[in-house]
């Protein structure tokens, strides 16, 4: 069993920046793929950025590259997202997600479904 508890959420100006950290359980993390979602109200969970293979493959969805990054430290068992150059449209409850097929989940590493484990989430609100 994985448990996942973000932080690092709250209120930003747009064009500012904030630093996600998602605390991991368990003894394998390092084999674990990890993932950042966001949902906004109304609409659905969709994905953020991904990250495998002890830090060696990256995917982030076309509407945050090149603003966030996605990192991890296995010593620590914590994945971080970096957010840069926030834009209002970024407000949303943050989730975090593991999976344990880190050797097998890509091709599937965006989507909800490839990942067994989610935290409870964290609000980031960025206003104009």
């Known amino acids: 069993q994985v448990q996942l508890v973000e932080s690092g959420g709250g209120l930003m100006q747009a064009g500012g920046s904030l630093r996600l950290s998602c605390a991991a359980s368990?003894?394998?993390?390092?084999?674990?793929?990890m993932g950042w979602f966001r949902q906004a109200p109304g609409k659905e969970r969709e994905f953020v950025a991904a990250?495998?293979?002890?830090?060696?493959?990256?995917y982030y969805a076309d509407s945050v590259k090149g603003r966030f990054t996605i990192s991890r430290d296995n010593a620590k068992n914590t994945v971080y997202l970096q957010m840069n150059s926030l834009k209002p449209e970024d407000t949303a409850v943050y989730y975090c997600?593991?999976?344990?097929?880190?050797?097998?989940?890509?091709?599937?590493?965006?989507?909800?479904?490839?990942?067994?484990?989610w935290g409870q989430g964290t609000q980031v609100t960025v206003s104009s």
């Open positions: 368990g003894r394998t993390f390092s084999s674990y793929a």
């Open positions: 990250i495998i293979w002890s830090g060696g493959s990256t």
């Open positions: 997600a593991a999976s344990p097929d880190g050797a097998t989940i890509v091709g599937r590493q965006m989507l909800v479904p490839g990942y067994g484990y």
